[in-house]
């Protein structure tokens, strides 16, 4: 089988190393990469060549990464720790360190990037755009057609969730711990368009829904389209966006793994004739706000009954669900393997929490991600 091309997008918080806290250069960074790549350009580069990975998000204190389409896992991998460090040689250059956590550990009065667009959003938006800085990881998977893209997120509608709360890397709001595994996706759903979507049933549907929401001068345009999974404007995609970003460069690739299995297991499904899931948006709904609220460490809704069961449970299911994919595509031993190793070890929440405890201190939780976010 050949396998889907799949890429990631990953936004990493911008902090300052002696005290924690979320700093506006996002700017500075990006600056600092374009000259050290038109220093020293990579071998069979040309000198001049601006970093193509490294791109301004809503806030100064946050950038955007972004790896090459991959074929492989094995690629996968060395693209996001490419990235990563990019980011953190760039950010290191202008004294700050990159941090991939899903919410800024410490208190915050996020700036603004000064786009005209992000400035009509903060004018529309009120608190709910002041307040916005989270770090989010979005995954893109190929898809032959606008039709197969709909199809897939048609019959993918149970499973987001359980990524959700694997990925989960957001418990500090503020200064202090929300209680909520991923603080991160509720702070997101305060925008209208966010959150799980109902069948669509073709392409054709999708788009009038999204021509609809856009007439209805809510949102500003389709990039405003916040759906937890929604077909790319700009790439042959689908593209789910519901993760943290995720503390361990591990488990952004096993997070990829499992969504490309996803799109592969629901092409499949479509292709057969078999019809999507009439699961209920509602239980959506709650299904993604439990796994916000809990992450691995309670009971999650699980996919196909609809009923609590434990976490890790529900990560066996995902597997399962998407075995056939992953047997393949020769994925399916490493593909276990990280997910066994993110169960043993935690998530980035479990992770944060740890740091904090040693001592009380949030600034310990920022440490802590700047010394795992490159590498692991």
Known sequence: MTARNVGVEEELMLVDPASGQARAVAGAVIRAAEEAAAASPPEGGSRGEPSEALVLEFKLEQLEIG???????????????????????????????????????????????????????????????QE?????????????????????????????APLL???????????????????????????????????????????????????????????????????????PTVEVRLADVCLYPDDAVLIAALVRALVETAARSWRMGEPASPVRIELLHMAAWRASRSGLDDQLVAPVTNRPAAARAVAYQLLEHVRAALVDAGEFSIVKELLEDLLARGNGTWAQRQAYRRANQVLDVVREAIARTPRG
């Open 165 to 235: 709360a694997l990925s989960a890397n957001s418990p500090f709001w503020q200064g202090r711990d929300s209680g909520y595994a991923s603080f991160r996706y509720q702070a997101y759903r305060r925008w209208p368009s966010s959150g799980p979507t109902d069948r669509f049933g073709s392409a054709r549907a999708y788009h009038d829904a999204v021509q609809a929401m856009v007439d209805t001068g809510t949102v500003l345009d389709e990039g405003m389209i916040y759906f937890d999974a929604r077909l790319s404007r700009h790439h």
């Open 67 to 129: 790896t090459r389409p991959c074929a492989s896992l094995e690629e996968l991998g060395r693209e996001v720790r490419r990235c990563r460090s990019l980011a953190a040689e760039a950010a290191s250059r202008v004294g700050v360190q990159v941090a991939a956590v899903g919410t800024a550990p410490m208190a915050v009065e996020p700036s603004l990037t000064l786009l005209s667009r992000y400035r009509k959003m903060a004018a529309e938006f009120g608190l709910t755009a």
């Open 132 to 160: 916005h800085l989270t770090c989010g990881c979005h995954v893109h998977v190929q898809v032959s057609s606008d039709e197969e893209g709909i199809a897939v997120l048609d019959r993918i509608r149970p499973w987001p």
